[in-house]
């Protein structure tokens, strides 16, 4: 049975949440492969809006499965409280999640070591969430994290626990911070952790199941893929994989169990926080996206950054990350603009380059090339067919379906959930 993959091609914020949401309803099983809290999928339902920072994006559908996998660090308060906030508007998770007993845990340290280290970087500033996810990932990754099945063995939480809290209070200490109390940390843990047991699971041996049992499973990813950790705009990334190659080591399940890779861009490019972003536009035309395009982040309110579609970080996720197909979002922000733009190449002291640059240095040189468009005025948000797009608009999405070197399957004309344009049922998109 097909097992699909929805990743974010740009820099996050391209609306996979709203593609997870629809793609779930054909699905029986929604995974959460990597990432934390940091994120910020949106949903919008009717006159509802749902904003889903750790629970995978198939809530919203009665009969899913939903599980966070090992990839994931987890936050089990704000877990808790997505949960709990679901509840109240009447949408019951009971039998419908599942958290892997392996997923490292975000611990309230993680969140002030967070704050310590992007005050002590300063101007260098990395402009993260402070959501604890870099340290908890540095923890796993130094081998002293904790995981969720830990916080159900007190146990064996206990020395540990007691042993990090004491070395990260020495950091905090030489930071001019507060140091917490290692028995109040204790005693929060075992306490969520009682509140988080009827979800834990060995989410490994179940997904396993799942897979050769036939159901149809859907991987989500959060973030955007230029955030990822090893070929993304380092050091000015997240702490993990965004992109499809994540999908194993934060499941547990073979690259072969995936049988599409689905790629999730915005008609333009927006960014959060600090970092190279090339396309940029801070003038009228970004005021325009960002306005008509509300970007705020979802998690941190941040305003975005706005700036044009950007080929050249599209076309490096389709070849890294084994793209199929590609969902192209929010192009209904676009009309009304006289001109648009369309970043083809990169022009790096005085040479053209068609893929990203690894060094800080070398995207700060970037400038990008352009191929300008007429822009459009109509309305798209009634339009259900490719071929009733106006003419510019069908010219522009030809040209970075082109661009990316995969086809289009969708595109968004609205933020609601029927305000889409399947192309896989129109033969007139090519």
Not at 266 to 287: I, Q
Request: net charge neutral; hydrophobic share 40%; proline share 5%.
């Amino acid at each position: 049975m097909p097992a699909t993959v929805v990743f974010g091609m740009q820099w996050g914020d391209e609306g996979k949440g709203r593609i997870v949401d629809v793609l779930a309803a054909e699905s029986d099983v929604v995974v959460r492969y990597q990432g934390g809290a940091n994120a910020g999928h949106t949903v919008i339902v009717g006159d509802e809006k749902y904003v889903l920072h750790i629970l995978p994006s198939g809530v919203l559908h009665p009969g899913v499965l939903n599980v966070i996998g090992n990839g994931v660090v987890v936050d089990p308060w704000v877990l808790l409280e997505e949960v709990e906030d679901l509840r109240r508007r009447n949408v019951d998770l009971t039998g419908r999640l599942l958290v892997s007993d392996r997923a490292h845990v975000v611990l309230p340290y993680h969140k002030l070591m967070d704050r310590a280290l992007e005050a002590l970087r300063g101007d260098a500033s990395l402009g993260t969430t402070s959501r604890g996810i870099g340290p908890a990932y540095a923890d796993k990754y130094t081998r002293d994290g904790l995981r969720v099945g830990d916080l159900l063995r007190p146990d064996d939480l206990r020395p540990s626990l007691l042993r990090n809290v004491a070395s990260r209070n020495e950091i905090l200490r030489r930071a001019g911070m507060e140091p917490l109390d290692p028995q109040q940390v204790l005693d929060d843990a075992l306490g969520i952790g009682k509140r988080l047991a009827p979800f834990v699971a060995d989410t490994v041996a179940r997904l396993h199941e799942l897979w050769t049992g036939g159901r149809r499973l859907l991987f989500e990813g959060a973030q955007g893929f230029m955030l990822d950790v090893d070929l993304g705009t380092y050091p000015f990334v997240t702490s993990s994989s965004t992109g499809s190659n994540g999908v194993g080591p934060g499941t547990g399940l073979p690259w072969r169990a995936i049988s599409k890779v689905l790629g999730v861009v915005k008609a333009y490019t927006t960014r959060v926080g600090s970092g190279p972003f090339p396309t940029e536009d801070v003038g009228p035309a970004g005021e325009h996206m960002g306005s008509r395009g509300r970007e705020f982040g979802a998690t941190t309110g941040r305003k975005r950054r706005c700036g044009w579609f950007d080929a050249v970080v599209a076309r490096h996720a389709v070849r890294t990350q084994g793209v199929d197909a590609a969902a192209l979002m929010k192009l209904d922000v676009l009309s009304g603009l006289d001109q648009l733009k369309v970043c083809t190449a990169y022009e790096i002291d005085g040479r053209k380059a068609d893929a990203p640059p690894a060094g800080v240095s070398q995207w700060r040189n970037c400038r990008p090339v352009y191929e300008t468009f007429k822009g459009w005025r109509e309305d798209l948000s009634e339009i259900r067919r490719f071929d009733d797009l106006p003419r510019e608009a069908r010219t522009y999405v030809r040209f970075l379906e082109a661009q990316m070197g995969v086809p289009l399957d969708t595109i968004s004309v609205g933020a609601e959930r029927a305000r889409l344009i399947r192309l896989e049922t129109q033969g007139t998109a090519r």
